[in-house]
């Protein structure tokens, strides 16, 4: 009698012990709030005018993502839905993750004083997170993005009990390195450029966190001298090290400043594109038969993905048959595959941060 007390001791022990470790389903992160550019963007961008007598705006480069052929599976299937992408970019994997469905609706699609139970999504394609002298005004900057959820905060539309069940993602590429020689009119060096674009993502971590965010995932800068836009002039044969460079020295700045900073996690987007696009038959680059030429090319050396010339049979760029196959879709953002293969490396590092394991 006295074994079976014992392990009847332990089992209940043992059983209460596997109750407590269970997540309270009263703190679990529920919602997604999601800033930055095109790696995140599902819907923020400014979408073609319709006229009833006009007629629909023709494509142009600020409006390219609610065209044919994004979000087409290249298929011919014309379902654009303001994403950089031939479907789901990086915020829809992120949100996959934590268990819903797409990236929350965008900001601009959500009707006023409202918001979905999944969350938010801020960002906005081209956005810079330092606002450089030469970035286009119109775009939001990354602290103007943070500023929208502020003020659906202090209005009561997102209640701060909720915001303390979120996740932030600040999913950034790298604009404020694309051209960085003219960015760099600035007149300041790379080194002091690289600390305001860090202290500016660090600053609107702190700021998403005294809002009440439970966790903050960061991107790190990708390997921007591999994206298409940077090794056309080599026929798409080899990756810019100039533009890697910068990519390197701001990773190593944000990690620097984020380091000493609790519940925040870098995402390592550079490692992750990096093993594809420059790795040596591994096995996360052999599922692509391109790794820098793009899917979607324009045959024009200045133009873009989905350019149109004047007539409607006038197509300025090439489409391949098989986006799967391809890493890039157009001139800096992956297909969906790309997004997938990234994801899937980085998955159980996120998983373990936010506590879904």
Known sequence: MKIVS????????FNAARVDSRPNPDDRLRHLFVFGDSFGDNGNTRQPLVDVVLGTDKVNQDTRQWFFPYGSFTDGREHPTGRFSNYMVQSDLVANIMGLAVAPPAYKLTKKNTWDKSGMTFAVGGTNVFQAPTSNKAVPTLRDQVDRLESLIVDGTISRKHVQHSVALIAISGNDYVLVGDAGGMNIGIGAFVKNVSTEIVSNVQRLQEMGV????????????????????SGFARCDRGGNNYASVQNRDLKRQLRAMDDVHIIDLHTAFTNIVEGENTEVSSFFDERLAPCCKSTDPSGYCGQMGDSDSD???TLCKNADKYFYWDEMNPTQAGWEIVMEQLEDPIKKFLELN
């Open 6 to 13: 014992i392990l009847v001791l332990f089992f209940v022990t």
């Open 214 to 233: 439970a966790k903050v995932l960061v991107n790190n800068i990708p390997p921007i001298g591999c994206a298409p836009s940077q090794t056309m002039p």
């Open 315 to 317: 197509f300025r760029y």
